[in-house]
């Protein structure tokens, strides 16, 4: 039977949630909890996850009411926590036991935890213990708290964030290749405050080549150090880039193919940079058209012939160089416990992910200016879409001013990622 919750209830619950994202940038890779301890409508006390190998927030519940109130002070009160506490030892003992020594009489959880050594095993050990507990009250605000995690856990890939600014016609750089700055201080302002947040920041070569940048956080407090991702298939990152010197300080992965020279590779590495080989797509030449000369991203990455479009084909080869497979990227990424990366890169690297459907959001800064220019790049290369997308497409979850820009972030719709990924593969 549906456990039924009243007005209280939901009041708690928002409060929990509002504690929970006291954590990001901090816990990861574990989730974002938030808990409040209650007894006759009464707040005892409240606590938060705050870091990793810290404190749940259970525990941080339990101890702020102790201290305040007395030892017993919990005992026959209902804690509301965001997500269904652990019950197996991890960094910390489980939070269950606690509870249960406590003396709480309710546990109301907003969620169940997907982690498999939990995944209601919590529910049922507070449960054997006498513990009332319900489940699903503002669960879908808790699963979005926590989407990042909860991608990761069931998917094994991080959630993924597209990066970029643009002038009001589209464009992200001159057609000359010049794009800084588009943004506003303020907007940059921003992007450093996303990097503070993330596990890992992507960008391509043709990015470090262009704009050397370093990919750290600046003029804000980071709550963790991102590792520095390049995708580079050829392994053309100079060794005086500054993401190769300041390896040692910050950690630099590269991403490259099998195909790429064992000899750069050792000095990267010597450099103090990880070089990772991962799959790239099984591609075949393009050609061109008479009727049309081939798009630029076809001659800055290989696609196979089902990219590209039949209208392109004649029998002159364009060789290509290989274009690393975003998929095999992210699946590395999770393997290292990584829940939520940053998307920068040009043009061909934003559409790769796009295309191949692993793009989650969208944050994006809009200038109020005009480039031009046919030549002058769009941020998705790529095939994009073969039709108008519908208003439903996409999830405005913000949009607010940067100083002079606008910042729009958006969530990807999932539908329509599984559609593109039936369509275009992996």
């Known amino acids: 039977m549906a456990a039924s919750f009243d007005p209280a209830d939901a009041e708690f619950m928002q409060r929990a949630l509002r504690l929970a994202p006291r954590g990001e940038g901090r ?17 005892l006390a409240e606590g938060w996850h705050g870091r990793f190998g810290g404190p749940h927030a259970e525990i941080e519940a339990l101890r702020a009411c102790a201290v305040r109130h007395g030892a017993d002070a919990a005992r026959g009160a209902t804690c509301y926590v965001t997500l269904e506490p652990c019950c197996h030892h991890g960094k910390t003992p489980p939070c269950t036991d606690a509870l249960i020594a406590a003396g709480v009489a309710r546990v109301v959880a907003a969620m169940r935890d997907p982690f498999p050594e939990v995944a209601g095993r919590g529910i049922r050990t507070l449960r054997r213990a006498g513990v009332r507990v319900d489940v699903g009250l503002l669960e879908e605000q ?33 057609h000359a290749g010049a794009s800084r700055w588009i943004s506003s201080e303020a907007s940059r302002r921003e992007v450093h405050r996303l990097r503070g947040r993330m596990d890992a920041v992507i960008v391509g070569v043709g990015t470090v080549l262009a ?4 990919l750290t956080c600046r003029h804000v ?16 990152t100079p060794h005086s880039a500054k993401l190769v010197y300041t390896a040692k300080q910050t950690p630099t992965l590269i991403f490259t193919s099998a195909a790429a020279p064992s000899a750069r590779r050792k000095a990267l590495e010597r450099a103090g940079c990880e070089v990772c080989i991962v799959a790239s797509w099984r591609m075949r ?48 990424l999770g393997r290292r416990n990584m829940t939520n990366v940053l998307v920068e890169g040009g043009g061909c690297v934003l559409g790769s992910f796009f295309d191949a459907g692993l793009a989650d959001e969208a944050v994006v800064f809009v200038a109020p200016c005009l480039i031009g220019g046919a030549d002058a790049p769009g941020p998705l290369h790529g095939l994009g879409r073969t039709a108008v997308p519908s208003l439903q497409d996409a999830d405005v979850i913000e949009c607010r001013s940067c100083g002079p820009d606008r910042m729009w972030r958006l969530r990807l719709s999932p539908a329509r990622a599984r559609s593109r990924r039936a369509k275009n593969g992996p």
């Open 27 to 43: 816990v990861e890779p574990n989730p974002m909890v938030g808990a409040v301890l209650v007894r006759n409508d009464r707040v």
């Open 142 to 174: 808790a699963a979005w708290v926590n989407r990042a995690f909860v991608h990761r856990v069931t998917t094994g890939r991080p959630w993924v964030t597209l990066k970029w600014a643009q002038s009001l016609d589209g464009k992200i750089a001159t």
């Open 211 to 214: 704009d050397d940048p370093e």
């Open 221 to 236: 407090r980071p709550r963790r150090v991102a590792t520095r991702v390049v995708l580079d298939s050829r392994l053309r």
């Open 285 to 332: 030449s393009a050609t061109l058209s008479k009727r049309a000369s081939l798009p630029r991203m076809y001659r800055t990455a290989t696609v196979s012939e089902r990219r590209v479009p039949p209208r392109l084909i004649r029998t002159a080869t364009v060789r290509q160089r290989p274009l690393l497979s975003p998929r095999a990227v992210l699946d590395e």
